[in-house]
């Protein structure tokens, strides 16, 4: 079996998606957690860990990435509504993704929550990259900058950072979707 996760494409889809998670449980942290992801581009193992204080002691919060060791800056201005409203009854050093088993979310635990969600929308190519290449493909779309995402995700290309979120295989069905030869 191939591991091939695709980003969120449309606003369309990712209505869907949070239609889906606002029927768990657990709705709140799920839809929170997602809507972190979609305008963060973290990798679910920083996601999970996130605490209260990461994210209100400073304008710009900067996290250690689990993968690489790097410094990462993260710019949630857009979110600081939503960051205050859901963290409002929250200690600083509270978990933002609690598990109820204590700590915080296991990216595995997340995975299998996507899985069900990608079963309902009748998907198979779903995972816990799935919201940080939805939000790579869509801040490409809006502003056809490659570089600045090559550096907000830590790639070494540009053809790296394309592939990733799935670009490639867009532009070229675009340019090929009226391309007629001998007619």
Same mark, same amino acid.
């Given at each position: 079996?191939?591991?091939?996760?695709?980003?969120?494409?449309?606003?369309?889809?990712?209505?869907?998606?949070?239609?889906?998670?606002?029927?768990? $449980?657990?709705?709140? %942290?799920?839809?929170?957690?997602?809507?972190?992801?979609? &305008?963060?581009?973290? %990798?679910?193992?920083?996601?999970?860990?996130?605490?209260? $204080?990461?994210?209100?002691?400073?304008?710009?919060?900067?996290?250690?990435?689990?993968?690489?060791?790097? +410094?990462?800056?993260?710019?949630?201005?857009?979110? $600081?509504?939503?960051? $205050?409203?859901?963290?409002?009854?929250?200690?600083?050093?509270?978990?933002?993704?609690?598990?109820?088993?204590?700590?915080?979310?296991?990216?595995?635990?997340?995975?299998?929550?996507?899985?069900?969600?990608?079963?309902?929308?009748?998907?198979?190519?779903?995972?816990?990259?799935?919201?940080?290449?939805?939000?790579?493909?869509?801040?490409? =779309?809006?502003?056809?900058?490659?570089?600045?995402?090559?550096?907000?995700?830590?790639?070494?290309?540009? =053809?790296? +950072?394309?592939?990733?979120?799935?670009? &490639?295989?867009?532009?070229?069905?675009?340019?090929?979707? &009226?391309? %007629?030869?001998?007619?």
């Amino acid at each position: 079996m191939s591991y091939n996760v695709q980003p969120l494409r449309t606003q369309q889809e990712i209505t869907d998606f949070l239609f889906c998670l606002r029927r768990n $449980q657990h709705a709140e %942290r799920d839809v929170f957690l997602f809507l972190i992801g979609i &305008n963060s581009g973290l %990798r679910m193992s920083d996601i999970v860990k996130l605490k209260k $204080q990461d994210l209100l002691t400073v304008k710009n919060p900067r996290i250690v990435e689990q993968k690489t060791g790097k +410094t990462r800056i993260l710019y949630l201005g857009s979110l $600081q509504d939503l960051i $205050q409203d859901y963290t409002k009854t929250l200690d600083l050093d509270d978990y933002l993704f609690p598990s109820s088993k204590g700590g915080h979310l296991k990216v595995n635990t997340v995975y299998q929550m996507f899985q069900k969600v990608a079963a309902l929308l009748g998907r198979d190519d779903i995972g816990t990259h799935t919201l940080r290449k939805t939000f790579g493909y869509h801040y490409y =779309k809006k502003t056809k900058d490659v570089a600045t995402l090559m550096e907000i995700f830590g790639h070494s290309s540009e =053809k790296i +950072t394309k592939r990733y979120i799935g670009i &490639n295989e867009d532009e070229i069905s675009e340019t090929l979707l &009226n391309f %007629r030869l001998g007619f």
